[in-house]
């Protein structure tokens, strides 16, 4: 199952030729030598190469010559080349000692027995194919496809990345009518470069998507991709298509990017149920992903995806046994789409309470995600749920109440009263000034606007915005000079805005 390049590559070093077309010349009709001239390998005998000064680092230089190239080298001191494949008609060894015998007799016919290197050089070309046992093989006795595709990715992993999606590719092709390959790829791509998505999917994800679809076995094994299956995914490969599309639209409008949606998978969840909901094959109706992005019908579905998403993305449920998970939550999903309730949010939670996917949020583990900082691929998301009614199409960015600037050494040595060290530390300290107790998510006009204004500035002039808009308890110190108080004041808010958000199951309307 595996090694037929390097044995082929072997063969033709050994007992072929290579050709390629000379530059400047036009491919013939037929076999042309001059244009296509054959080469054969070679081995320089003369002196090792330098492997400093080569960038392949090699200790032989092998060549692929022609004959006209050879005989032009032909009586060079620095060239004296040996046709490789002429090493398998010296005569046979019967021990190591005579291969010295055999390799002498040869240069001595040449001129070279006191050249040192040749000598070295052609025997060890001798034992390595005369000699040697340097290929290896192992017998697999497994009849299982599955498992002889698993063997040849790892024995494959040294060179070009191979996937199980790529070997299962190929048998699904066979039993797709249409470019299978090129429409999944085409697929891969408008997810990649779409200015309204940029997520980086590949195909694996497009073919455990197109299971999940189809209620098949989500595993990647070659059973789930017989003809039945392939012919029913190829059947509604559109539908699956546009629904994969949609959903990252939609992941995109909740203002996530590539970096923030580190668990790809989580979106197949919201594609099954988005793609089964509202669906009716018979009359030819397509599910809730054909709508989903129109915000001002699906207001409360997106804000129940978006919480899921979020939740899911904070507590990592998909750092492993991905196919269970998908698995069960299909399970769970499943009845929800043909009833008028919503996207099953309260059933996912109720259903992994308590297990290692757990999605409600301790007292502990709040306490972690108020230390976050800005530049956390997870800040986005633990603010996103603090902040479930902004406008998530618009432009928003991560921006502190108190300026960054503010808490520079410079800025804080102007200070009055920030000459105890102690005192001083708490504003040097990032969890507290670069912390989500610090942080809200902004229009990014008006944070272009807001720069680095003092906080309490800022709010004044900002017509209809309280403080309560932005989570900061009623009565708060707004000055610099009493930001350890805003941030201890705020950070118990905002714990206590999570753990009512996920530490039990409510309604999304009930929170706005």
Same mark, same amino acid.
């Given at each position: 199952i595996d090694g037929q390049q390097r044995l082929t590559s072997l063969y033709i070093g050994l007992k072929g030729t290579y050709a390629y077309k000379l530059p400047r010349k036009w491919w013939p009709r037929t076999k042309d030598d001059s244009i296509l001239p054959p080469r054969k390998l070679y081995l320089n005998l003369a002196a090792p190469l330098d492997e400093e000064s080569n960038e392949e680092m090699m200790s032989h230089e092998f060549k692929f010559l022609t004959d006209a190239q050879f005989n032009e080298d032909t009586g060079k001191a620095e060239k004296i080349w040996f046709q490789v494949g002429e090493i398998l008609d010296f005569d046979a060894a019967e021990t190591d000692d005579d291969v010295l015998d055999i390799v002498m007799d040869y240069l001595q016919g040449i001129g070279q027995e006191s050249n040192k290197y040749a000598r070295k050089a052609l025997t060890r070309l001798y034992f390595a194919i005369r000699r040697d046992s340097t290929i290896h093989f192992y017998n697999e006795t497994n009849q299982s496809i599955d498992h002889v595709l698993d063997i040849f990715i790892r024995t494959n992993h040294g060179g070009t990345p191979l996937a199980f999606s790529d070997l299962l590719m190929s048998i699904a092709?066979?039993?797709? &009518?249409?470019?299978?390959?090129?429409? =999944? @790829? *085409?697929?891969? *791509?408008? #997810?990649?470069?779409?200015? *309204?998505?940029?997520?980086? =999917?590949?195909?694996?994800? #497009?073919? &455990? !998507?197109?299971?999940?679809?189809? @209620?098949? *076995?989500?595993?990647?094994?070659?059973?789930?991709? !017989?003809?039945?299956q392939v012919a029913k995914i190829e059947q509604e490969w559109d539908d699956i298509k546009t629904c994969i599309l949609e959903v990252f639209r939609l992941i995109r409008s909740f203002g996530l990017n590539d970096a923030a949606l580190r668990a790809k998978n989580a979106a197949i969840p919201i594609a099954y149920y988005l793609f089964h909901k509202g669906r009716d094959k018979t009359n030819g109706k397509q599910g809730l992903y054909a709508d989903i992005n129109n915000r001002a019908r699906h207001e409360e579905e997106r804000k129940r995806i978006r919480q899921w998403l979020h939740m899911s993305l904070l507590k990592g449920v998909f750092g492993g046994q991905g196919d269970a998970l998908l698995t069960n939550l299909r399970k769970i999903i499943r009845p929800g789409v043909s009833s008028s309730a919503g996207f099953p949010l309260d059933e996912i939670v109720t259903d992994y309470r308590g297990t290692a996917k757990d999605l409600t949020f301790d007292d502990d583990f709040i306490d972690r995600l108020l230390k976050t900082q800005k530049d956390d691929s997870s800040c986005f998301s633990i603010l996103a749920l603090l902040f479930p009614d902004l406008d998530f199409t618009q432009s928003l960015d991560i921006d502190h109440l108190h300026p960054a600037a503010s808490f520079r050494k410079k800025r804080l040595d102007t200070h009055v009263g920030f000459n105890n060290p102690g005192g001083r530390s708490f504003y040097e300290n990032p969890e507290n000034w670069n912390g989500i107790a610090n942080l809200h998510l902004l229009n990014s006009s008006k944070n272009k606007s807001k720069q680095d204004e003092p906080l309490e500035q800022w709010?004044?002039?900002?017509? %209809?915005?309280?403080?309560?808009?932005?989570? =900061?308890?009623? %009565? !708060?110190?707004? !000055? $610099?000079?009493?930001?350890?108080? $805003?941030?201890?004041?705020?950070?118990?808010?905002?714990?206590?805005?999570? %753990?009512?958000? #996920?530490?039990?199951?409510?309604?999304?309307?009930?929170?706005?």
């Open positions: 092709v066979a039993n797709w &009518k249409k470019d299978a390959r090129q429409q =999944i @790829d *085409d697929l891969v *791509d408008q #997810v990649r470069f779409g200015s *309204d998505m940029e997520f980086s =999917i590949n195909r694996d994800f #497009v073919l &455990k !998507t197109a299971l999940m679809l189809s @209620d098949a *076995d989500v595993r990647f094994k070659v059973k789930n991709f !017989t003809g039945d709010l004044a002039r900002q017509n %209809g915005t309280k403080a309560e808009d932005l989570l =900061i308890p009623t %009565g !708060t110190n707004l !000055t $610099f000079v009493a930001f350890e108080a $805003f941030v201890e004041a705020r950070a118990a808010f905002l714990k206590q805005k999570l %753990g009512s958000l #996920v530490g039990a199951v409510n309604s999304v309307a009930a929170q706005g």
